[in-house]
């Protein structure tokens, strides 16, 4: 669902607990210290949806308003042909399949919806849950591409099947 400014605790959590963080480096400007700082993020978020800049959901379990995490694409190349993913779980939800539906459907959301060629995502190159998560779905790790702006990540990409010169009519990939 639609993140919310009534979300901002648990945006808040996300933001700064060490479990979740242990793999993300923000530049300072970036980091939450603050719950106006997440209040301010979910306006941020909420302004780049409105101008076609990212998609951003929050993840709940079904039956529950409250959301454990958060899933987007963003940081779109200028053609609107690529997309980053990125995503963010609370620790007790990890490791029950809530963040593999979430990618999963995201994937298919960008690839469809938005005919993406290709979704990204950088991801810490220690950070074993997540590389699992994004091979399990698809995605492979390209070693001609480095993160230049976190040498400490990997770049995995998945293209979309429409793309792929052995894709036919009635071939579901």
């Known amino acids: 669902r639609k993140i919310k400014e009534s979300d901002d605790e648990t945006i808040f959590f996300l933001r700064t607990d060490k479990e979740v963080t242990k ?66 779980l609370h620790p007790k939800f990890q490791k029950k399949g809530f963040m593999n539906e979430a990618l999963s459907r995201i994937i298919e959301f960008g690839f469809t919806d938005l005919d993406l060629d290709r979704i990204d995502a950088f991801t810490n190159r220690e950070n074993q849950s997540s590389i699992k998560l994004l091979e399990r779905n698809g995605l492979h790790f390209n070693s001609d591409r480095k993160d230049e702006e976190d040498p400490s990540n990997s770049i995995f990409e998945i293209e979309n099947p429409k793309r792929s010169k052995n894709y036919r009519v009635g071939n579901n990939g």
């Open 23 to 88: 793999y993300i480096h923000r530049e300072e400007g970036q980091k939450t210290k603050t719950k106006e700082d997440a209040l301010n993020f979910i306006r941020k978020i909420r302004k780049e949806i409105e101008d076609d800049r990212s998609v951003s959901w929050g993840i709940t379990i079904k039956g529950r308003p409250d959301i454990i995490g958060s899933i987007c694409l963003w940081n779109f190349s200028k053609d609107y042909k690529i997309g980053e993913v990125g995503y963010d």
